[in-house]
């Protein structure tokens, strides 16, 4: 059996959405006698396939070829020189509903690990709308994650410019609903953004947390947007887990697509970004100055441009190139303007309001005292609560056992049953376990709104 006549075999053994979606660029480089290798289009779909459907692929390959096999994927070059454009010679002017940043593009993105699978997903997503959808980003406040809808948007413009893009934040559209009801037009409100938009780019969308008729909203034009074929990006700072009191129908609408996120970005990653702003405002950087710059800015990468942007103001005012003196002077100054602010929000301190949070609304919740919680008690009650901190530590909080297993003064052993038996419940449909934890999400949103208020 040749290359090709084993992956048509492969292709008829999957489902039609499957092979569409993530095999169409596949290609059989080679057969050994105890493995196979697959070519895919590009890295990101090497990397989603190889986890998604590595083991499906290799039983099934296994099955037709009689024998166990292994197999091995890797990215490869797609050649469209042959494809044949039959389109317009002369390109439609692209219809703009939003503005868009044109140094957002994908050229101007730095990939490095902590990102390669948002910006691969995000490529794929501008250059076939609706074959990955909706896509679901997220990340933490400056890490590129409204620089990839805007690449997508002008992506788009560019090489689709018959596709009505809309792009805004979860504010945005709040506002708009909020002026389309005091004015009784929300029939146009409507047909604004499910009628009139091909692609739809959502950001920081937690925004909504506890505005549940924004959410309602959201989660209708979500719906006639996705079943007419239309594609949907969102972003936010959270998984759509952790989007508490949000509806649970919009979370699962959030899930049902692909979910990927940004972390923050290695000393590498972060000196090559230095290296990148400092060219596109035609900055001469050094070497030297850009890994100073990657060690001494934070993760904060709207913090790094600010440096930069200080380095071209200080070479424009003294006729000097940036060197290392003026670069450590810069740096030390955005310390100084932030000690007060990184004392009391660093990640630090906000975790720790986060996981305090998290216990008074577990013992709000179960009615119990914290020093029963910490006891050696067995009963229901405190048990049961005892399972759903832990489980919402490792969950919510991103702890690990062993953190947890100090914290709650109990064995590593028994934290991690405790997690598992609350995910089995979960999967088993236990419907009053998933009410307690919502009850505790919105306990700890309204404790947080509380002290925000005050």
Known sequence: MNNDELLEQLRLKLSRETWKSWLSTSKILDIKKNEVIIGLGNIFLK?????????????????????????????????????????????????????FNTEFVFESFVVGH?????????????????????????????????????????????????????????????????????????????????KSV????????????????VQTELFHTFNSLFNSGKQVVICSDRTPEELATFHPRLISRFEMGLVVNIEEPDAGTRYLIA??????????????????????????????????????????????????????????????????????????????????????????????????????SRKKKISEARQILAYMLKIYGKMNVKDISKMLKRNH??????IKKIDQSLVLGNKLIKSKLDNIKNKMEQEKTDMNVI
């Open 47 to 99: 990397e989603a396939v190889e986890k998604k459907f590595g083991k499906v692929i290799k039983d099934t390959l296994s099955d037709i070829l009689k024998r166990d096999v292994s197999v091995s994927f890797t990215d490869i070059k797609i050649d469209n020189s042959k494809k044949i454009n039959k389109g317009p010679m002369i390109k439609t002017r692209p219809l703009k509903l939003s503005e």
């Open 114 to 194: 902590s990102n390669r699978m948002a910006y691969y997903s995000a490529q794929e997503v501008a250059q076939s709308p609706g074959k990955f959808n909706p896509l679901f980003i997220y990340g933490d406040v400056g890490l590129g994650k409204t620089h990839l809808l805007h690449a997508i948007a002008n992506h788009m413009l560019e090489h689709s410019p018959d596709l009505r893009v809309k792009y805004l934040t979860a504010e945005d559209f709040m506002n708009e609903m909020m002026k389309a009801i005091r004015s009784k037009d929300m029939d146009n409100f409507r047909e604004k953004f499910r």
């Open 198 to 213: 091909d692609v739809f780019l959502i950001d920081d969308v937690q925004f909504l947390i506890g505005k549940n008729s």
């Open 275 to 376: 290296k990148k702003m400092a060219h596109m405002i035609s900055l001469q950087l050094s070497d030297d100055v850009a890994h100073y710059l990657a060690e001494h800015v934070d993760r904060n990468l709207r913090r790094m441009r600010g440096a930069i942007m200080n380095l071209m103001l200080h070479t424009k005012i003294t006729g000097k190139p940036a060197n290392m003196e003026t670069a450590r002077k810069i740096v030390d100054s955005i310390i100084r303007m932030n000690d007060e602010k990184r004392k009391y929000n660093s990640k630090e301190a906000f975790e720790t309001i986060k996981i305090n949070t998290l216990v008074n609304s577990v013992l709000q919740e179960y009615d119990i005292e914290r020093k029963e919680l910490y006891s050696s």
């Open 413 to 418: 052993s028994t934290i991690s049953q405790s």
